[in-house]
């Protein structure tokens, strides 16, 4: 993790502004990065730009603009800014300095692919820093493994900002220097691939690609051996590699790497989904930080600069050296701009809901079988897990029914399947019946052309809760490309293809619906009894339908009262389809009142009614069902 600082050279000045320099960190397309202290001793980074580009009036603008906005975002998961000087002769930053080892240091040189908790609590700590970054104004642009470092307190994401400037400047066609292009080929967006305008979602993209990187030790869009375009080219028109990604991660990893930018997640709503683990590091990652501090504690007090920790991006040929970053709150305020939800985040139903969802599921075998974290001599350099073995053809989400009919089923199944090794849990199930929902998640025994099998599990959710025991082993039989058989020991049924992702709810369903008048039932009363339905849009596995009942209270005579009782319950998506699938509904926790029904699982359809849509409400029982018209 030490990279040696070069000795200043002749032509080198010995302060620039307040700050005393030590040394050369290295030389990029920018300008020159050089080692400093304070007049207080604190440790700096200084960025001093090139004479070329120092010329050009236009660079120096937005050089300007770019520092005034890097200082407006106040080091929240990044670098402060702690002085500078755009109007100088040579224009320079100077930028806050602490020592730790950057991701692509600890998972390709030391310590392999990190586990799930670690890599979930690295997407929080860098969505709160993008969340600042574009709060400023400021695009990223180079969201990379090397420009990310890892400290106790989090990860500090560096080298941003700046490179904005120099990018405009070669739009313009003033800039033709190496350097120019901003963006590393395996971490770069499909819009910077075809040089389209840049947004934030820019970066949520290039996230996703570290997160992938972190958690498998490779490129979700493989390496240049076959050529820088040719990646740039899988970047921008084919679907990630993500063998061997952990199914908890890969909900949060798919949907930060969608094609279309509007379809990814914001940095607010990664924030807001997951939580921040302390300590968030695994036990020898911590470590090595603690003796690579105590190093550069040694070195600073006076063996000289020579060993100084400098982020590993030198180290790694990265021609802009990484500047490490003091440790911050990883709580700070959050940017208040907002769009709209996309699912596997957060859902418009209930605050909080999201963080059920069945990707973000914990592991319980995390840092064993398909998960152990060795170091890359124990695996060819390449990842900590072993290739998958489940034919293509097997991958995706099924869904069937186990009793009733298509038209009106009484108990439904779903299973997800994603890449995974003998051993690995890889696959997600979901069964809903009468009054029960069963979530988990089952292990991998074999897998050939025709036929998967797949053995014990684990219930990772159960509505009511303690109700459900883990699924029995399952054989999954392909028939057709859209069509398998399931067998789970006496239970058979058909599966058939169904969505996936992080927006599987049909539009048809989406929005706020009441019950239909029925004047018939309640007569003059009918305006005091109400029920509405909210569906949201997301993922399976998530909090999606929320369900308000207001009706009169009685007395011990079974007379209506004045007064009125009021329920709220929400469901979990357990399938979608011709159907929506929920399961029980459960009271909210404030919603105590003897009063409220207990409500079982349910299918939910829309037809139309005289013209306007009808969402139909069918309980999993022979019973006629709820009507709701679109508000």
Same mark, same amino acid.
């Given at each position: 993790?030490?990279?040696?600082?070069?000795?200043?050279?002749?032509?080198d000045?010995?302060?620039?502004?307040?700050?005393?320099?030590?040394?050369?960190?290295?030389?990029?397309?920018?300008? &020159? $990065?050089?080692?400093?202290?304070?007049?207080?001793?604190?440790?700096?980074? $200084?960025?001093?730009?090139?004479?070329?580009?120092?010329?050009?009036?236009?660079?120096?603008?937005?050089?300007?603009?770019?520092?005034?906005?890097?200082?407006?975002v106040?080091?929240?998961?990044?670098?402060?800014?702690l002085g500078?000087?755009?109007?100088?002769?040579?224009?320079?930053?100077?930028?806050?300095?602490?020592?730790?080892?950057?991701?692509?240091?600890?998972?390709?040189?030391?310590?392999?692919?990190?586990?799930?908790?670690?890599?979930?609590a690295?997407?929080?700590?860098?969505?709160?820093?993008?969340?600042?970054?574009?709060?400023?104004?400021?695009?990223?642009?180079?969201?990379?493994?090397?420009?990310?470092?890892?400290?106790?307190?989090?990860?500090?994401?560096?080298?941003?900002?700046?490179?904005?400037?120099?990018?405009?400047?070669?739009?313009?066609?003033?800039?033709?220097?190496?350097?120019? $292009?901003?963006?590393?080929?395996?971490?770069?967006?499909?819009?910077?691939?075809?040089?389209?305008?840049?947004?934030?979602? *820019?970066?949520?993209?290039?996230?996703?690609?570290?997160?992938?990187?972190?958690?498998?030790? &490779? *490129?979700?869009?493989g390496?240049?051996?076959?050529?820088?375009?040719?990646?740039?080219?899988?970047?921008?028109?084919?679907?990630?590699?993500?063998?061997?990604?952990?199914?908890?991660?890969?909900?949060?990893?798919?949907?930060?790497?969608?094609?279309?930018?509007?379809?990814?997640?914001?940095?607010?709503?990664?924030?807001?989904?997951?939580?921040?683990?302390?300590?968030?590091?695994?036990?020898?990652?911590?470590?090595?930080?603690?003796?690579?501090?105590?190093?550069?504690?040694?070195?600073?007090?006076?063996?000289?600069?020579?060993?100084?920790?400098?982020?590993?991006?030198?180290?790694?040929g990265?021609?802009?050296?990484?500047?490490?970053?003091?440790?911050?709150?990883?709580?700070?305020?959050?940017?208040?701009?907002?769009?709209?939800?996309?699912?596997?985040l957060?859902?418009?139903?209930?605050?909080?809901?999201?963080?059920?969802?069945?990707?973000f599921?914990?592991?319980?075998?995390?840092?064993?079988?398909?998960?152990?974290?060795?170091?890359?001599?124990?695996t060819?350099?390449?990842?900590?897990?072993?290739?998958?073995? $489940?034919?293509?053809?097997f991958?995706?989400?099924?869904?069937?029914?186990?009793?009733?009919?298509?038209?009106?089923?009484?108990?439904?199944?779903?299973?997800?399947?994603?890449?995974?090794?003998?051993?690995?849990?890889?696959?997600?199930?979901?069964?809903?019946?009468?009054?029960?929902?069963?979530?988990?998640?089952?292990?991998?025994?074999?897998?050939?052309?025709?036929?998967?099998?797949?053995?014990?599990?684990?219930?990772?959710?159960?509505?009511?809760?303690?109700?459900?025991?883990?699924?029995?082993?399952?054989?999954?039989?392909?028939?057709?490309?859209?069509?398998?058989e399931?067998?789970?020991?006496?239970?058979?049924?058909?599966?058939?293809?169904?969505?996936?992702?992080?927006?599987?709810?049909?539009?048809?369903?989406?929005?706020?619906?009441?019950?239909?008048?029925?004047?018939?039932?309640?007569g003059?009363?009918?305006?005091?009894f109400?029920?509405?339905?909210?569906?949201?849009?997301?993922?399976?596995?998530?909090?999606?339908?929320?369900?308000?009942?207001?009706?009169?209270?009685?007395?011990?005579?079974?007379?209506?009262?004045?007064?009125?009782?009021?329920?709220?319950?929400?469901?979990?998506l357990?399938?979608?389809?011709?159907?929506?699938?929920?399961?029980?509904?459960?009271?909210?926790?404030?919603?105590?009142?003897?009063?409220?029904?207990?409500?079982?699982?349910?299918?939910?359809?829309?037809?139309?009614?005289?013209?306007?849509?009808?969402?139909?409400?069918?309980?999993?029982?022979?019973?006629?069902?709820?009507?709701?018209?679109?508000?």
């Amino acid at each position: 993790m030490l990279v040696a600082v070069e000795p200043l050279n002749a032509e080198d000045p010995v302060s620039i502004g307040p700050f005393r320099l030590i040394g050369r960190l290295g030389v990029g397309g920018m300008g &020159r $990065v050089f080692l400093a202290r304070s007049a207080g001793g604190r440790t700096v980074a $200084v960025k001093v730009v090139h004479t070329e580009l120092a010329a050009q009036e236009e660079f120096r603008r937005r050089f300007a603009r770019e520092v005034a906005a890097l200082e407006r975002v106040g080091g929240t998961g990044t670098a402060p800014v702690l002085g500078s000087d755009t109007s100088a002769d040579a224009p320079w930053v100077a930028i806050g300095y602490v020592p730790g080892p950057s991701l692509r240091t600890v998972v390709g040189d030391e310590f392999g692919p990190l586990p799930p908790a670690t890599v979930k609590a690295l997407a929080s700590g860098l969505a709160r820093a993008l969340v600042h970054i574009h709060a400023a104004g400021l695009v990223h642009r180079d969201l990379k493994p090397s420009n990310v470092l890892l400290t106790v307190d989090g990860p500090r994401l560096i080298d941003f900002g700046i490179a904005r400037a120099v990018d405009t400047v070669a739009e313009g066609g003033g800039l033709t220097t190496t350097g120019a $292009v901003v963006g590393s080929p395996g971490f770069m967006s499909p819009e910077q691939v075809r040089g389209d305008r840049v947004t934030p979602a *820019s970066d949520v993209f290039c996230l996703g690609s570290v997160l992938a990187y972190a958690a498998t030790g &490779r *490129s979700p869009f493989g390496s240049a051996d076959s050529g820088v375009h040719a990646m740039m080219f899988r970047i921008a028109h084919d679907e990630p590699d993500l063998t061997d990604l952990a199914p908890e991660l890969a909900g949060l990893i798919r949907a930060c790497l969608a094609k279309d930018p509007e379809g990814r997640p914001s940095a607010d709503e990664i924030v807001e989904t997951l939580p921040v683990a302390d300590p968030w590091l695994p036990a020898d990652v911590l470590a090595r930080l603690g003796r690579h501090a105590a190093r550069l504690l040694e070195a600073e007090a006076g063996t000289g600069p020579e060993h100084v920790g400098a982020a590993s991006a030198a180290a790694a040929g990265d021609p802009t050296p990484a500047t490490p970053l003091p440790p911050t709150a990883r709580t700070g305020p959050r940017a208040r701009r907002r769009k709209p939800l996309i699912a596997a985040l957060a859902t418009l139903l209930v605050a909080g809901a999201a963080t059920a969802t069945y990707t973000f599921w914990p592991d319980p075998d995390t840092g064993g079988d398909e998960q152990k974290n060795r170091g890359k001599g124990e695996t060819n350099g390449v990842s900590a897990r072993p290739a998958g073995i $489940v034919p293509a053809g097997f991958l995706g989400a099924w869904e069937g029914v186990i009793q009733g009919t298509a038209d009106h089923p009484r108990e439904t199944a779903r299973i997800e399947i994603t890449q995974g090794a003998a051993g690995a849990k890889n696959a997600v199930y979901v069964q809903v019946s009468e009054n029960r929902l069963c979530m988990g998640r089952s292990r991998l025994v074999s897998a050939d052309e025709d036929k998967v099998v797949y053995g014990e599990s684990d219930v990772t959710n159960s509505v009511p809760a303690q109700r459900c025991t883990p699924a029995a082993h399952q054989t999954l039989t392909l028939r057709s490309p859209d069509v398998l058989e399931w067998t789970s020991g006496a239970a058979k049924a058909t599966f058939r293809k169904a969505p996936t992702g992080t927006a599987v709810v049909p539009a048809r369903f989406l929005g706020r619906w009441r019950s239909k008048p029925m004047r018939e039932v309640y007569g003059d009363n009918d305006d005091r009894f109400t029920t509405e339905v909210t569906v949201s849009q997301g993922p399976i596995g998530t909090q999606l339908v929320r369900m308000t009942d207001v009706f009169p209270r009685t007395n011990d005579a079974g007379e209506m009262t004045t007064d009125v009782v009021s329920c709220g319950s929400t469901a979990v998506l357990a399938g979608v389809g011709d159907f929506l699938v929920i399961g029980p509904l459960v009271k909210d926790p404030e919603s105590t009142d003897a009063e409220c029904p207990e409500n079982g699982s349910s299918y939910l359809a829309v037809d139309k009614w005289e013209g306007k849509d009808r969402l139909l409400v069918y309980p999993m029982v022979d019973a006629e069902p709820g009507e709701f018209l679109r508000l």
